[in-house]
């Protein structure tokens, strides 16, 4: 590298400048750096304008077997930079043109009196046309793409698109670069679960701060990361709580940003889950055959950028995570008492699952994207495309034709830039952990939200048969009630007729007599009856009359000889 740039680099493995720039990554002012690196020196710089980039893309690196990271937040405040970049390496327009997409424009959010349920709803759909669904990410604002929508251009902006598609991810490949580009879902939440969501929140949208991202993989060993800016209209500092979310949001990159800094040396020990093989001097100073040489470095420090590996914990891998405790909370409510309500949170966190999953499938896609390109490609569609492209292919010694199973690595220029090997066995593990600790997971607490609306459905069934039953059983008692006096009934009615024979012929005693016959020949016959159709008092869920009173009367005696004791 040229003289005249070195002074504006400061030595990256200085504790000083380390510390700085930690510091910086969590400051949302904060607009760029640029970190070169290989096993003996690091280097870095920041907040750089479009000039010194150019300038520096046009020199000569530290060393042969340099890495080059250069890291943007808020690519609209730094257009200048982007297209600078996007000249020197080739990027295609339209890859160019979403890269400085402005940010969504933030509206005050429209509140409208009362005008009915036909007339809101009306509303909400009118509203819901314009407006996107996604938390806001001030808490006071909604976002909107423009005032007017013009349904025949699709004069779509991409900030929009992404806000509304979640899982929307692009894989663009050129001769220089390999670029991928996707939405990350942080959990600035935290992981418990909350009680309220946050004002603007929508059900259908798990909770957690949306991001996007470009991971641009270069032929120079350069590795370009481009951030959405999380407050594209913050006007004045930051509070506490978007302090901790911008934390948390940027937590994987400061853990790849400690990894290039002999600096670190103290945590990285302490810490062995959070080490990146990515700087290999840090790692094997005392071994003279290391496993991390050169010409990996690029793409491993591209697939740990991707590799958010704690996010995904924190969201949904981890054993209580925040989904499977909303689950367990509205099964235990469901068996103190069921009802309709409980289906509608159902119904929403299913819609949540199923955008989560969908975001999961997208990483995945891109996975099998970026590896699809690494497989070796026939000889003989290599040799067709060179002939289609006025390129002669030499023939083996011997003029023989090539054989037909011959394959060779695909080195085609339109293939764009290959990953390493170490970086090609890291993402296939990673595909497999997305399916086996995500997806899996995700698919779990959909079929358990399933089985749960069926539980809720049979419990509030259920609930309405016992309901009837008691219903019955009471109705049942007052007939037998009425089946047990009625003979009486009529036996004292008898008795009560004013005849002289009678008077003078009958006594209290030939009264209450006849009164036990009658009532002892109707007990009996309820007690046969019931044997015989089967209504006799007792019942599978709720207990008898009979049984009540008994418990109720041990627990009274039991209570009070427990007292006499003491």
């Given at each position: 590298?040229?003289?005249?740039?070195?002074?504006?680099?400061?030595?990256?493995?200085?504790?000083?400048?380390?510390?700085?720039?930690?510091?910086?990554?969590?400051?949302?002012?904060?607009?760029?750096?640029?970190?070169d690196f290989d096993s003996k020196t690091a280097r870095a710089a920041r907040n750089i304008d479009h000039q010194y980039v150019a300038n520096l893309l046009l020199a000569k690196k530290v060393g042969d077997e340099s890495t080059r990271w250069i890291n943007i937040w808020g690519p609209e405040r730094q257009k200048d930079v982007v297209k600078t970049l996007a000249g020197h390496y080739g990027f295609s327009p339209r890859l160019l043109g979403l890269m400085c997409s402005d940010p969504l424009k933030p509206v005050p959010a429209i509140v409208t009196p009362h005008r009915g349920p036909i007339q809101g709803m009306m509303n909400h759909h009118r509203q819901s046309a314009l407006?996107?669904?996604?938390?806001?990410?001030?808490g006071h604002t909604e976002m909107i793409n423009s005032p007017t929508v013009n349904p025949a251009g699709l004069d779509l902006n991409h900030y929009s698109i992404v806000d509304e598609v979640w899982h929307f991810s692009s894989v663009d490949w050129g001769p220089k670069y390999l670029c991928i580009?996707?939405?990350?879902?942080?959990?600035?939440?935290?992981?418990?679960?909350?009680?309220?969501?946050?004002?603007?929140?929508?059900?259908?949208?798990?909770?957690?701060?949306?991001?996007?991202?470009?991971?641009?993989?270069?032929?120079?060993?350069?590795?370009?990361?481009?951030?959405?800016?999380?407050y594209p209209h913050q006007q004045g500092p930051l509070s506490s709580e978007d302090k901790f979310n911008l934390s948390i949001i940027r937590a994987n990159l400061l853990n790849v940003l400690r990894q290039l800094s002999k600096a670190n040396d103290g945590s990285r020990m302490q810490n062995p889950i959070m080490t990146l093989p990515i700087r290999s001097s840090l790692l094997h100073r005392n071994s003279h055959a290391p496993y991390i040489v050169p010409l990996d470095v690029p793409s491993l420090l591209l697939y740990y950028l991707f590799d958010d590996w704690y996010t995904s914990y924190s969201l949904v891998a981890r054993k209580e995570h925040r989904y499977g405790e909303r689950l367990e909370i509205l099964r235990e409510s469901m068996f103190e008492k069921a009802q309709l309500g409980q289906i509608n949170q159902l119904h929403d966190i299913g819609r949540q699952l199923a955008v989560l999953k969908r975001l999961y499938q997208s990483y995945a896609l891109i996975i099998e994207r970026v590896l699809e390109r690494q497989k070796p490609v026939d000889a003989s569609i290599m040799?067709?495309?060179?002939?289609?492209?006025?390129?002669?292919?030499?023939?083996?010694?011997?003029?023989?034709?090539?054989?037909?199973?011959?394959?060779?690595v695909a080195n085609d220029r339109s293939l764009g830039v290959p990953l390493s090997p170490a970086a090609i066995v890291r993402f296939e593990r990673l595909k497999d952990r997305i399916g086996l600790y995500a997806l899996s997971e995700i698919q779990g607490c959909l079929e358990e939200k399933n089985s749960m609306v069926?539980?809720?459905?049979?419990?509030?069934?259920?609930?309405?048969?016992?309901?009837?039953?008691r219903l019955t059983r009471i109705t049942i008692l007052l007939a037998k009630l009425t089946i047990l006096f009625l003979p009486v009934s009529l036996m004292t009615a008898y008795f009560s007729v004013q005849i002289t024979d009678l008077q003078t012929s009958y006594t209290y005693k030939t009264y209450w007599t006849c009164f036990g016959v009658i009532m002892a020949a109707s007990l009996l016959?309820?007690?046969?009856?019931?044997?015989?159709s089967g209504t006799l008092e007792g019942r599978p869920i709720y207990k008898s009359m009979t049984e009540t009173f008994t418990d109720a009367t041990k627990l009274a005696f039991g209570s009070r000889r427990g007292r006499k004791t003491d």
């Open positions: 590298m040229s003289s005249q740039f070195l002074p504006k680099f400061d030595d990256f493995d200085e504790r000083t400048v380390y510390e700085s720039y930690e510091k910086a990554v969590v400051n949302p002012d904060t607009l760029n750096f640029i970190i407006r996107t669904h996604a938390p806001d990410l001030e580009g996707y939405n990350w879902l942080y959990n600035t939440h935290g992981p418990s679960i909350d009680r309220t969501e946050p004002a603007g929140h929508s059900h259908r949208l798990p909770s957690g701060t949306r991001q996007w991202a470009w991971l641009i993989l270069c032929s120079d060993a350069t590795v370009v990361s481009i951030y959405e800016n999380p040799r067709e495309h060179s002939l289609s492209s006025g390129q002669d292919t030499q023939r083996p010694t011997g003029g023989q034709p090539p054989a037909t199973k011959e394959f060779t069926s539980l809720s459905f049979n419990l509030i069934a259920l609930k309405e048969s016992q309901a009837v039953e016959f309820l007690v046969v009856f019931g044997k015989l």
